[in-house]
């Protein structure tokens, strides 16, 4: 298991999530995702990311407009967007300036820190099962509606930082169509770290 020291957990700005959905998509595989609960501390490097586009894609929550459920993803940039799924959670961040509703979904993180927590919240479940899909994920980082809206860039409860900058090379990065939508579902905005055993779906789309 690799220990994250407290100086690599410097949450990412704001400005980082001010930008196109596909371009932090892409960028946020690598960086770390942080969780500080009662219970203790998580840490996992995001392997598995999918865009959701404000603009020309149904498969998008904010289609329909700004609803009590989907609020968040309106804005400010760099605030956690958390939906229910057939009685699981599933976490975003949202993206791009106040009121154009992108959002990316964090599919995977593979386990770093408090993977001890993780299994305690998980039950039993096979180490690369652990945080692979979105659900999977929420539950061993403890993640639920309580923090939709939550303010990523404070550095407290729920956080992004920036983790290895080296870690990841461009030719490590794959693209294939989102998981589990039925609208726009061939539209290539699922990124992904080949080869890693954390990432989720179909196995020819981890390669």
């Known amino acids: 298991m690799t220990v994250v020291k407290n100086h690599q957990l410097t949450p990412l700005p704001v400005s980082f999530y001010d930008r196109d959905a596909v371009r932090v998509a892409q960028e946020l595989l690598g960086k770390l995702l942080v969780r500080q609960s009662p219970g203790g501390r998580t840490v996992g490097r995001i392997v598995e990311t999918e865009a959701y586009l404000a603009q020309g894609d149904p498969a998008c929550h904010a289609t329909r407009g700004m609803t009590r459920k989907n609020a968040s993803m309106f804005g400010p940039p760099g605030r956690a967007y958390v939906y229910a799924i057939h009685a699981r959670w599933c976490f975003n961040v949202v993206v791009q300036p106040r009121q154009v509703a992108s959002a990316v979904l964090i599919r995977a993180v593979e386990p770093l820190d408090g993977v001890p927590l993780m299994q305690q919240r998980r039950g039993p479940a096979k180490p690369a099962d652990l945080t692979r899909g979105p659900a999977r994920l929420c539950e061993a980082f403890d993640i639920d509606r309580r923090l939709d809206g939550w303010q990523l860039g404070a550095g407290r409860r729920l956080w992004i930082a920036e983790g290895h900058p080296t ?7 794959g693209c294939s169509p ?3 939508v039925t609208s726009a579902a061939e539209r290539h ?10 990432v989720s779906g179909p196995k020819r789309w981890r390669l």
């Open 167 to 173: 870690w990841l090379s461009p030719n490590h990065i």
């Open 178 to 180: 989102r998981i589990g």
């Open 189 to 198: 905005l699922r990124f992904y770290v080949r080869g890693n055993p954390h």
